[in-house]
């Protein structure tokens, strides 16, 4: 059965750049047509305009596409945008959103042997639909963490399924990113992908200015500005004068992380977890980000009975007041989790910041994941020691990869942008090599590390959790299973210890690290594994105990 389509003059695909047109030709091109393609394009370089000329050539086939997005958030403007080039009955949107009879019928379709082909715009979720006539898989943003499922089970990495589904069915697949994954870069580098550079924006306007402002000086001359430091306040003021967009980053939702009285100092902590509550101060209300407990706030304090509050940590309701104070004229948009629960919220959001109804906006990492805002010119960064002083191998990694997407939000027109990252370490070299748009070097200087180390894409990672409601029984069942595990493996094991939040919904938690090699027999391992976790009823508390396997953690 012929499935072929001529889509005639029903298409108003985007016109191409030279650098667009040249980056199409290498990825259809098939002298590697095995092999997934990375395709590395600078933020606003039009990496969307060449996904919809390889989608288009698919429908033309008579075949479905994939189109991944890391966010819900991101849907809505990828289908409109889909929608003017092939046709807004061709594009279809998948999340968990949707409604069952929206959900249903989009299932159904793809069942249908003659169905006609259309381009589904999905979330991670969307690799698992009945693929039967799949013709272009493209995982765009390729290096975001919201392709990794982790709550609950099936623990799976979308962007690695992918890779996997497209060798089973061969057909072609695309990654894109302005700043990609360590393992994929490394990958490309080593033959295993092909990859497509794009390197110029698709405006032609210069890559944005990025400059690390010194928080240190503001603080000890008490010259802080609410949230900013004199150079961003006066940065900020600037641009609204000028009748141009600002986007002030946060990485934090909610008022404040940290609510504690005055008088004692006493702290709410969550009763289930390990950690305060944060206060939501429009809900006036206390929850805990990880197992979603409310609290009302307390009208006094429950150790002292005082009433002094003091609100340590900012959080994106506080940035939201603080900006709206020193600049009252401003239109503000807060954009996080919070305010985007509801459908049609992002849509909304997105077409005020379009018709330039909204001057500021405060935003969590929601905004720095692909968003296409025409208007916006100038972004602050208010705290990036937090995510550059993680605990965790990936830290720098994570820092660069979004900074660098926070700056490629501005100036995507006419004006060049700029990026503010206010900072303790102004010196830092990631921050150094983000100001350089230095991906290539950041890669080089994480590869060697990661080398060093025998971290990915030198070493594959597994991850066991043991979880129980008494803490010692966690440490004696994870020690236990850590000494097996050392006599199956002959080494290779870290731990077990407690992970920096060491009790979560009421089950304290243990972690056994397995490092395994690269090209190693992963099925020999896993065999063994699960031999010594069934071996678990051996011990006293075994049974009771909990324990999740992830492979390739995040």
Same mark, same amino acid.
């Not at 700043?179 to 490394?186: A, G, I, K, L």
């Not at 020193?326 to 629960?341: G, K, M, N």
């Not at 056994?512 to 508390?541: C, F, M, N, Q």
């Given at each position: 059965?012929?499935?072929?389509?001529?889509? +005639?003059?029903?298409?108003?695909?985007?016109?191409?750049?030279?650098?667009?047109?040249?980056?199409? @030709?290498?990825?259809?091109?098939?002298?590697?047509?095995?092999?997934?393609?990375?395709?590395? +394009?600078?933020?606003?370089?039009?990496?969307?305009?060449?996904?919809?000329?390889?989608?288009?050539?698919? #429908?033309?086939?008579?075949?479905?596409? &994939?189109?991944?997005?890391?966010?819900?958030? #991101?849907?809505?403007?990828? *289908?409109?945008?889909?929608?003017?080039?092939? $046709?807004?009955?061709?594009?279809?949107?998948?999340?968990?959103?949707?409604?069952? +009879?929206?959900?249903?019928?989009?299932? =159904?379709?793809?069942?249908?042997?003659?169905?006609?082909?259309?381009? /589904?715009?999905?979330?991670?979720?969307?690799?698992?639909?009945?693929?039967?006539?799949?013709?272009?898989?493209?995982?765009?943003?390729?290096?975001?963490?919201?392709?990794?499922?982790?709550?609950?089970?099936?623990?799976?990495?979308?962007?690695?399924?992918?890779?996997?589904?497209?060798?089973?069915?061969?057909?072609?697949?695309?990654?894109?990113?302005?700043?990609?994954?360590?393992?994929?870069?490394?990958?490309?580098? @080593?033959?295993?992908?092909?990859?497509?550079?794009?390197?110029?924006?698709?405006?032609?306007?210069?890559?944005?200015?990025?400059?690390?402002?010194?928080? #240190?000086?503001?603080?000890?001359?008490?010259?802080?500005?609410?949230?900013?430091?004199? =150079?961003?306040?006066?940065?900020?003021?600037?641009?609204?004068?000028?009748?141009?967009?600002?986007?002030?980053?946060?990485?934090?939702?909610?008022?404040?992380?940290? &609510?504690?009285?005055?008088?004692?100092?006493?702290?709410?902590?969550?009763? %289930?977890? %390990?950690?305060?509550?944060?206060?939501?101060?429009?809900?006036?209300?206390?929850?805990?980000?990880?197992?979603?407990?409310?609290?009302?706030?307390?009208?006094?304090?429950?150790?002292?009975?005082?009433?002094?509050?003091?609100?340590? !940590?900012? !959080?994106?309701?506080?940035?939201?007041?603080? *900006?709206?104070?020193?600049?009252?004229?401003?239109?503000?948009?807060?954009?996080?989790?919070?305010?985007?629960?509801?459908?049609?919220?992002?849509?909304?959001?997105?077409?005020?910041?379009?018709?330039?109804?909204?001057?500021?906006?405060?935003?969590? @990492?929601?905004?720095?994941?692909?968003?296409?805002?025409?208007?916006?010119?100038?972004?602050?960064?208010?705290?990036?020691?937090?995510?550059?002083?993680?605990?965790?191998?990936?830290?720098?990694?994570?820092?660069?990869?979004?900074?660098?997407?926070?700056?490629?939000?501005?100036?995507?027109?006419?004006?060049?942008?700029?990026?503010?990252?206010?900072?303790?370490?102004?010196?830092?070299?990631?921050? @150094?090599?983000?100001?350089?748009?230095?991906?290539?070097?950041?890669? %080089?200087?994480?590869?060697?590390?990661?080398?060093?180390?025998?971290?990915?894409?030198?070493?594959?990672?597994?991850?066991?959790?043991?979880?129980?409601?008494?803490?010692?029984?966690?440490?004696?069942?994870?020690?236990?299973?850590?000494?097996?595990?050392?006599?199956?493996?002959? !080494?290779?094991?870290? $731990?077990?210890?407690?992970?920096?939040?060491?009790? /979560?919904?009421?089950?304290?938690?243990?972690?056994?690290? /397995?490092?395994?090699?690269?090209?190693?027999?992963?099925?020999?391992?896993?065999?063994?594994?699960?031999?010594?976790?069934?071996?678990?009823?051996?011990?006293?508390?075994?049974?009771?105990?909990?324990?999740?396997?992830?492979?390739?953690?995040?």
């Amino acid at each position: 059965l012929d499935r072929s389509l001529d889509l +005639g003059d029903t298409l108003s695909l985007p016109e191409l750049s030279p650098a667009q047109l040249a980056a199409l @030709q290498e990825l259809e091109s098939e002298k590697h047509e095995a092999l997934p393609k990375l395709l590395w +394009g600078a933020t606003g370089s039009g990496k969307t305009e060449v996904y919809l000329h390889l989608a288009a050539h698919a #429908l033309e086939e008579g075949k479905h596409v &994939l189109l991944m997005v890391p966010e819900i958030g #991101l849907v809505p403007q990828v *289908v409109q945008r889909a929608g003017r080039a092939l $046709g807004p009955d061709r594009v279809v949107p998948w999340h968990h959103q949707l409604a069952d +009879g929206e959900r249903r019928a989009l299932w =159904e379709h793809l069942l249908d042997p003659d169905s006609a082909p259309r381009v /589904i715009v999905a979330t991670r979720s969307g690799i698992m639909l009945p693929w039967h006539r799949l013709g272009l898989i493209v995982v765009d943003e390729e290096h975001e963490t919201s392709y990794k499922q982790q709550e609950p089970a099936p623990r799976y990495h979308a962007r690695d399924v992918a890779v996997w589904l497209a060798q089973q069915k061969k057909i072609p697949i695309v990654l894109g990113s302005a700043t990609p994954s360590v393992e994929t870069w490394h990958n490309a580098a @080593q033959g295993k992908y092909q990859r497509v550079d794009l390197g110029e924006r698709y405006s032609g306007v210069a890559f944005p200015e990025v400059v690390p402002v010194s928080t #240190l000086k503001a603080q000890a001359l008490h010259q802080q500005v609410g949230p900013f430091t004199p =150079e961003s306040y006066a940065a900020v003021a600037q641009t609204l004068a000028d009748h141009q967009q600002v986007l002030v980053f946060q990485n934090r939702r909610g008022y404040a992380p940290v &609510l504690t009285c005055m008088n004692c100092g006493w702290i709410e902590p969550c009763t %289930d977890c %390990d950690v305060s509550l944060t206060y939501h101060k429009k809900a006036r209300q206390l929850v805990c980000h990880y197992c979603g407990l409310h609290k009302d706030l307390p009208e006094t304090c429950p150790q002292c009975r005082q009433s002094a509050w003091d609100w340590r !940590g900012l !959080g994106t309701e506080r940035i939201e007041e603080e *900006v709206e104070a020193l600049f009252p004229e401003a239109r503000i948009l807060r954009v996080d989790s919070d305010s985007t629960r509801s459908k049609r919220a992002m849509t909304d959001f997105l077409q005020w910041m379009e018709s330039g109804e909204i001057d500021l906006v405060v935003g969590t @990492q929601m905004v720095g994941k692909g968003l296409d805002l025409a208007g916006l010119s100038l972004a602050v960064v208010t705290n990036a020691d937090l995510m550059l002083n993680r605990p965790d191998f990936r830290a720098h990694e994570r820092a660069f990869q979004l900074l660098l997407q926070v700056a490629g939000r501005t100036g995507r027109r006419e004006l060049r942008g700029r990026l503010l990252i206010q900072t303790a370490t102004p010196g830092h070299p990631v921050l @150094q090599r983000v100001v350089d748009h230095d991906v290539p070097g950041m890669m %080089d200087y994480l590869i060697l590390d990661r080398a060093e180390h025998h971290y990915p894409p030198f070493a594959r990672m597994v991850r066991i959790e043991v979880r129980h409601r008494k803490e010692s029984v966690a440490r004696d069942v994870a020690h236990f299973l850590a000494n097996q595990l050392l006599k199956a493996l002959s !080494g290779g094991i870290l $731990g077990p210890d407690a992970p920096p939040v060491a009790r /979560i919904q009421a089950m304290y938690r243990q972690h056994l690290w /397995i490092k395994l090699p690269a090209d190693g027999s992963v099925k020999a391992t896993k065999r063994r594994l699960l031999k010594e976790i069934d071996g678990l009823i051996y011990h006293p508390h075994g049974r009771s105990a909990r324990v999740i396997v992830d492979v390739d953690p995040i």
